[in-house]
């Protein structure tokens, strides 16, 4: 089997964690690296959390922290859903991966530039690093393969009534992404609030005794407790995975072709993938 090659575009978060273990570990990806971008919380924070991560699932994957905040609006986190230090719940050992000196964006560009047009982008966080690297040079536009992307949503928002959180963080971002004529999967809301974990799933996992399982319960048990706080859900969303899920297997999903364009306007429907 041909494996696909990836960029995972990232802000650590529970549910890009579980997106993380599936990516890592899956023999269809081949996860070139992890870039990070401000979202759920501060890049700082959302870096730190990817290392360890990698670190953790004893990953052989480079981490790149990218774009601190967002191209124009001011900054917004998730910090009821994903807390003080934007992956709550789990407790990791002391941190010894280090972090790519180099940029992401200049890591995505170069990448790309050298890339024989097979590289998929999957960005599950704002846009902000997929938007500058485009800006940046255009040349790497005929170069990605498709964009994969977790934002957005064809009906009503969970950050604001009319947006999606990622797409809310950096609409200007994502403007520039939809408007770039590269083939775009869109997972949104209407897909990935489908996607839930349960408790029983939670001990599911847990029973195989492992690390990855452990992990796994760790950060869904504290998502599912946050959105019951903040929601009233029983269960909780894994939006993110479902993006690394199609890529791997694609007939879990129908598709649809749609225009797609983003309200940069500044009112009520900011952030609204229209």
């Known amino acids: 089997m041909k494996k696909q090659k990836i960029i995972l575009d990232c802000d650590p978060g529970h549910d890009d964690a579980i997106a993380i273990m599936l990516a890592g570990n899956n023999p269809a990806i081949d996860l070139l690296a992890i870039t990070t971008v401000a979202g759920n919380q501060t890049l700082d924070k959302i870096t730190v959390n990817a290392l360890h991560l990698v670190q953790h699932l004893e990953l052989d994957v480079p981490v790149y922290a990218g774009m601190s905040g967002p191209l124009v ?55 902000t690093n ?25 009906g009503t928002g969970n950050f604001t009534p009319s947006a999606e959180f990622n797409v809310f963080a950096d609409p200007e971002a994502a403007y520039i992404v939809f408007s770039s004529g590269v083939k775009i999967t869109m997972m949104g809301l209407d897909i990935t609030d489908q996607t839930v974990c349960t408790p029983t799933i939670i001990e599911r996992m847990e029973a195989f005794g492992n690390k990855a399982g452990k992990l796994f319960g760790d950060i ?11 929601y009233g859900l029983e269960a ?8 690394v899920a199609y890529l791997i297997n694609p007939d879990l999903f129908t ?13 009520p429907c900011y952030g609204r993938t229209v």
């Open 130 to 154: 997929i938007a500058t690297a485009m800006r940046m040079e255009p040349g790497i536009l005929p170069k990605i393969q498709e964009i994969v992307l977790m934002g957005g949503a064809y």
């Open 220 to 230: 869904m048990r504290f998502t599912l407790h946050s959105q019951y706080v903040a």
């Open 255 to 267: 598709t649809q072709d749609m225009y797609v364009e983003v309200d940069i306007n500044r009112g």
């Open 73 to 127: 609006r001011e900054q917004v986190v998730a910090e009821n859903i994903h807390g003080v230090s934007g992956l709550d719940g789990p407790v990791f050992g002391e941190l010894k991966t280090e972090l790519q000196a180099e940029h992401a964006v200049n890591y995505i560009v170069e990448t790309l530039m050298a890339s024989d047009g097979d590289i998929a982008l999957v960005p599950v966080g704002p846009l």
């Open 236 to 243: 909780g969303p894994v939006h993110d995975v479902t993006s």
